[in-house]
């Protein structure tokens, strides 16, 4: 179950981006409407951050408790490992270091959203 909450969480955080890169381009494009382009760019951004963050938060339990059904945790992972290692696993495959790339972008984004001075942000995140 956790698995299947796992996935759609990842569709739904694809989705997210989608919507967040078309507000953030179209407040871009447009001199009407801009703030309200700009409010849906960022809503989709925090979305996304929450929704993979979520997402990652699922693996890394999966991973801790060896829940053996999930390949990707059968793949990486191992009885044997100390914690620090078995904490690695997360991003041992590809799946867990797109995700983890992923992650680094929410940080990133949201850093910029918040430190951006407001008349360049668009453009930025776009």
């Known amino acids: 179950m956790l698995g299947t909450i796992g996935e759609v969480l990842i569709l739904m955080s694809f989705v997210a981006v989608a919507v967040s890169a078309v507000g953030f381009f179209l407040a871009t494009q447009r001199t009407t409407g801009t703030a309200e382009w700009k409010r849906i760019g960022r809503g989709g951004w925090y979305a996304m951050a ?9 693996l890394m339990y999966l991973i801790l408790n060896h829940q053996y059904q999930y390949a990707y945790v059968y793949q990486t992972s191992s009885n044997d490992l100390p914690l620090h290692y078995l904490m690695s696993t997360f991003w041992a495959g590809q799946e867990g270091s797109f995700m983890l790339w992923g992650l ?8 910029l959203i918040r430190m951006v001075k407001p008349r360049y942000e668009t453009a930025v995140m776009a």
């Open 104 to 111: 680094m972008m929410c940080g990133v984004g949201v850093a």
């Open 50 to 58: 929450s929704t993979l963050t979520a997402a990652s938060g699922i």
